[in-house]
């Protein structure tokens, strides 16, 4: 079985301050698939990025980083300098070999930036 | 390309009732799914389709149906609609083969509630 959790569930930060949202994951493949997705006031769904099980490689994409971590199931989500823009439902999500097509989503972390 | 696309973008219906949900999408796609967001809560999965023809149950199928009779076309169908069904219905696509599947691509939502 494969479970994604997002125990955060609402984090509320000053504009200019980082976050860090928290994402674990459990699944008995070695193979595997992991996403971020942001989802605005608006509504819509917005791929952020996308590691396999075997990129542990960290990635930085300007004022975003993550930071995958097999050895705790952890792949966490950081904003730099975070920006009022900035606010939304942030979601983790899994895919597995074993579940081909199923994405596995967290609950998902709502992000407050205040001026 | 227009992406994904999903009618209507908003819906009543009284009990009972049925309709159809549209998602075309562009991109030649062969992986398409449908998702329920409830409020304050991620995604779950009702029905994906790995390509035309092909269609299989994801976590809250009960009360839907679904065919894929073309690449880019992929209905959702609610039977006897019930309270419990108002949520925002969100479609999305990716390309994958055996061996990888890429990030999703999300339509804009159908926002249903039954009366």
């Known amino acids: 079985a494969q479970k994604v959790t997002q125990a955060q569930t609402e984090i509320s930060v000053v504009e200019k301050e980082d976050v860090t949202l928290d994402c674990v994951y459990e699944?008995?493949?070695?193979?595997?698939?992991l996403f971020w997705y942001k989802q605005p006031p608006s509504g819509e769904l917005v791929f952020l990025i996308r590691r396999n099980s075997f990129d542990e490689q960290n990635e930085i994409s300007g004022r975003y980083s993550w930071n995958f971590q097999k050895s705790t199931s952890s792949f966490n989500f950081t904003i730099t300098a975070s920006q009022v823009v900035d606010s939304a439902v942030y979601f983790c999500?899994?895919?597995?070999?074993?579940?081909?097509?199923?994405?596995?989503f967290g609950a998902g972390t709502q992000v407050v930036v205040t001026p | 390309n227009a992406g994904v696309t999903q009618t209507p973008k908003f819906r009543i219906l009284k009990i009972g009732q049925s309709m159809t949900l549209q998602c075309t999408q562009d991109m030649n796609h062969n992986y398409m799914y449908w998702y329920r967001q409830d409020p304050g809560m991620g995604l779950k999965l009702i029905y994906y389709?790995?390509?035309?023809?092909?269609?299989d149950k994801g976590e809250v199928p009960n009360g839907y149906n679904v065919s894929r009779s073309t690449t880019e076309d992929f209905p959702l169908r609610l039977e006897l609609a019930a309270p419990s069904q108002t949520s925002v219905y969100f479609c999305?696509?990716?390309?994958?083969?055996?061996?990888?599947?890429?990030?999703?691509?999300f339509g804009p939502g159908t926002r249903l509630t039954v009366l």
């Open positions: 999500a899994l895919l597995t070999t074993d579940s081909w097509g199923k994405f596995q």
């Open positions: 699944t008995r493949d070695t193979t595997y698939y």
């Open positions: 389709s790995v390509g035309a023809g092909i269609t």
């Open positions: 999305a696509s990716s390309y994958g083969t055996s061996g990888s599947l890429n990030e999703q691509f």
